[in-house]
């Protein structure tokens, strides 16, 4: 298994970042890691997400949600083509800190059998790639402040 673990605080209250995370369409704009993202952030919907690793390809993944609690957790599973093979688990959990300051633990967890092949580059890109996010969904939620965030 790895497990890639990042944090950011954030300086806006927990619905604003939800909005930011929830808000796939609006990835575009400001999402260098997930560059695409399309779908409804309802358990058991599948997404469509374009994810572009630095060092890295662009590659479209299609996980599940698989828990979605508003303003606390977003959370979504892939299973590669050949189930065992490689999996990965990613989740956003928003910790509210005060009236206007929200903690997020954004992480990412791989199961498989190719994990020995892959570990390396999985755990510099990715972890470069979700503390890419983390800067920019900060920077997001903080500049924005409401509807479409």
Same mark, same amino acid.
């Given at each position: ?5 990042t944090?950011?605080?954030i ?14 369409p609006?990835?575009p704009?400001?999402n ?15 997404l469509e997400? $374009?994810?572009?690793?630095?060092g890295?390809?662009?590659r479209?993944r $299609?996980p599940? *949600? ?5 303003? #606390? ?12 093979m490689?999996? +990965? ?5 928003i ?5 206007n #300051?929200t903690?997020? *633990?954004? $992480?990412t967890?791989?199961?498989g ?6 570990r ?5 890109? *990715? $972890?470069?790639?979700?503390?890419a ?8 939620a903080?500049g924005g +402040?409401?509807p479409?965030?």
């Amino acid at each position: 298994m790895i497990d890639i673990r990042t944090t950011t605080d954030i300086h806006a209250p927990p619905d604003v970042v939800w909005q930011a995370l929830t808000d796939l369409p609006k990835y575009p704009e400001w999402n260098p890691y997930i560059t695409r993202a399309n779908g409804a952030v309802e358990v058991g919907e599948r997404l469509e997400l $374009r994810v572009e690793t630095p060092g890295g390809v662009a590659r479209t993944r $299609r996980p599940v *949600v698989i828990e979605a609690e508003a303003n #606390r957790e977003l959370t979504w599973v892939e299973e590669g083509w050949i189930p065992g093979m490689l999996a +990965g688990h990613h989740s956003f959990t928003i910790v509210p800190r005060g009236p206007n #300051r929200t903690h997020v *633990v954004h $992480r990412t967890t791989f199961t498989g059998l190719l994990l020995p092949f892959v570990r390396a580059r999985l755990e510099t890109n *990715v $972890r470069e790639g979700l503390e890419a996010m983390n800067r920019a969904l900060k920077a997001r939620a903080q500049g924005g +402040g409401g509807p479409g965030v």
